[in-house]
């Protein structure tokens, strides 16, 4: 019985139509380059190793030029999707938070209509490019996606904020879902960039991002962006610290919107658990401190846990026997 399926039809439908998305990306960024022209990334001097290591800049930007740079991260990203094997689950959640920092960037209406794109010519694949150079861009080209994520929601919750203080309550839950949906993209790109063998990222990535290749060991926890976001969330925390069912009393709409924001976060942290045991299985990361947990997974844990803990009575569904124990932990 399973023979009569045809199994092979969806992946290639699936990549057609991720190369028609990636030429209209193209198409955005010649017409944006029009407008204005790009910063030359490279003559800005990296704020940070892991800035210059992932091809990251921080510059003061106009909102075209801002447009411009999210649609070449982007148009990076769909035509590497095209060969990348990310789970159909994680390609819909990346490739809604792009079309979301599309609209976000350059102020458009989102459309309904899918047909409304007119058809764009699709440029042949590239044949030449070898395997290993294609995984080691997309280290790098995940990591992009991700930092344009962590940034456009770092906007939008700190958009939700001052809604929230300002009293416009209906501004603030649709930055709050906009910001959701950076959120739940965060693994998504995450897990983009580890479509790669776990035998080539230990055998060929790994010691790219430790000394004597950089100055430092890299960890996720340098990158600016993802701590703009956090302390945007930081932030909304001390507009609206109530507990859930206080919230949901008085503005329930409220507590669904940040319920479900946070949610995000809690899962984010959960899916970077088993994302490094799947890397570097229960070794320990290149940059932990000595004083740290055993391994880079307990050490993610060990942030998923604090996480939850904190979010445990503002979310419907919170995790309060971690909250107890980690309450706990503290008193003792
Ligand atoms: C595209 C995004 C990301 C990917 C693909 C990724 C992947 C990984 C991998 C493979 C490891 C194991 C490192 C090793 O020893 O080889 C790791 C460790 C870790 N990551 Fe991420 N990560 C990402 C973003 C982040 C961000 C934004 C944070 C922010 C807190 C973070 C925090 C950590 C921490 C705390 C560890 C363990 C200890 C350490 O290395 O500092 N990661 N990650």
Redesign the pocket.
């Known amino acids: 019985m399973l023979a009569e399926v045809p199994t092979h039809a969806r992946p290639v439908e699936r990549t057609a139509v991720l190369r028609q998305a990636a030429a209209v990306a193209g198409e955005l960024v010649t017409a944006l380059s029009a407008l204005a022209p790009a910063v030359a990334g490279e003559d800005v001097p990296a704020e940070s190793t892991s800035q210059s290591y992932f091809r990251v800049r921080e510059v003061e930007l106009s909102d075209q030029q801002a447009a411009l740079h999210g649609a070449l991260v982007i148009h990076r990203g769909l035509e590497d999707l095209c060969d990348a094997p990310l789970s159909g689950a994680d390609l819909a959640l990346e490739v809604v938070g792009m079309r979301q920092s599309v609209i976000d960037l350059t102020g458009a209406a989102p459309g309904t209509d899918p047909d409304a794109v007119a058809p764009v010519a699709v440029p042949e694949p590239d044949a030449e490019a070898s395997l290993e150079g294609v995984w080691s861009a997309r280290w790098l080209i ?2 992009q996606v ?1 930092v344009l994520f ?1 940034v456009c929601a770092a906007v939008a919750v700190a958009d939700a904020t001052r809604h929230l203080r300002h009293g416009d309550g209906a501004a603030a839950l649709q930055r709050l879902a906009d910001a959701t949906v950076y959120v739940r993209g965060f693994p998504a ?2 897990n983009h ?2 479509t790669i063998p776990a035998d080539y ?1 230990m055998a060929a990535i ?1 010691q790219t991002m430790a000394p004597p290749s950089t100055d430092i060991p890299l ?3 340098q ?1 600016r962006g ?1 701590k703009l976001f956090r302390a945007a969330m930081k932030d909304l925390l001390t507009v609206v610290p109530d507990s859930y069912d206080q919230l949901a009393a008085r503005a329930p709409e409220l507590a669904e919107a940040r319920g479900a924001l946070l949610e995000a976060d809690v899962v984010d942290a959960e899916r ?1 658990i088993t ?2 045991y799947s ?2 299985h229960l ?1 320990r ?4 401190r000595p004083e740290g947990p055993d391994n ?1 997974v307990a ?2 844990r060990l ?1 998923r846990h604090r996480r939850a803990a904190q979010y445990a009575p503002l979310i419907r569904f919170g995790d309060h026997y971690i909250a107890d124990a980690v309450a706990g932990l503290r008193h003792s």
């Open positions: 995940g990591h991700h962590n790109a995450m960039a580890s990222y790994r960890s996720g926890r990158h993802y970077h994302l490094a890397m570097v070794r990361s290149i940059a932990q880079a050490e993610l942030m």
